[in-house]
């Protein structure tokens, strides 16, 4: 069919994709959000005892993040595989 979760998820809840990249939890996404676009949720999707994905930030070279962050701040985190960056 050529679809992912994300373009199921944008058709079942506006924050759908949102929740389920935070927790990965399609019970919960489903549970939470029941379809009814009139419920939003508060910005963050994770809570006491609720699996998260714990790495979201992607890799980069310290000298790319620069140039990719602008004059936002940020953080830079040493990883023996590479260098990772969050907003």
Known sequence: MGSSEKTILTHF????VELFNVTSN???VCEELKGDPNIRL?????GLF???KPMLA???YPEGVMKIMG???F???TKFDGERYAA
């Not at 508060?42 to 994770?46: D, K, L, S």
């Open 13 to 16: 809840h506006p924050d759908a």
């Open 26 to 28: 399609l019970r919960r």
């Open 42 to 46: 508060n910005p963050q999707g994770a």
């Open 50 to 52: 609720q699996p998260v």
């Open 58 to 60: 992607s890799r980069a």
């Open 71 to 73: 004059d936002r701040p």
């Open 75 to 77: 953080t830079v985190e």
